[in-house]
């Protein structure tokens, strides 16, 4: 079964930072690629940035290219979110997602 369980969320004063981790397991990770979304308060769900775990290409939402950087330790299957230059609007829930399942979300919440 396929586990995906984020954690390191939190409040943070605007220009601070952040660090995300998506513990995954129930599928080999290098495998496949994952990927980290967000949903703020009355907004759809959107893409933040994904990695290919196999051979490490990245991509990232406009929003946060230049802020936020997406990492992955496939020794110990767990994909990471480095946010640095907080914004108040990067507040929302965290998910990470692969193969089409979610984890809980954590929530980011930065205050101006």
């Known amino acids: 079964e396929v586990q995906l369980v984020e954690s390191g969320g939190g409040l943070v004063q605007a220009g601070g930072s952040l660090r995300l981790s998506c513990a995954a397991s129930?599928?080999?990770?290098?495998?496949?690629?994952i990927g980290w979304f967000r949903q703020a308060p009355g907004k759809e769900r959107e893409g933040v940035s994904c990695?290919?775990?196999?051979?490490?290409?990245?991509y990232y939402a406009d929003s946060v290219k230049g802020r936020f950087t997406i990492t992955s330790d496939n020794a110990k299957n767990t994909l990471y979110l480095q946010m640095n230059s907080l914004k108040p609007e990067d507040t929302a829930v965290y998910y990470c997602?692969?193969?089409?399942?979610w984890g809980q979300g954590t929530q980011v919440t930065v205050s101006s």
């Open positions: 129930g599928f080999t990770f290098d495998d496949y690629g």
């Open positions: 990695i290919s775990s196999s051979d490490g290409r990245t």
């Open positions: 997602n692969a193969l089409s399942k």
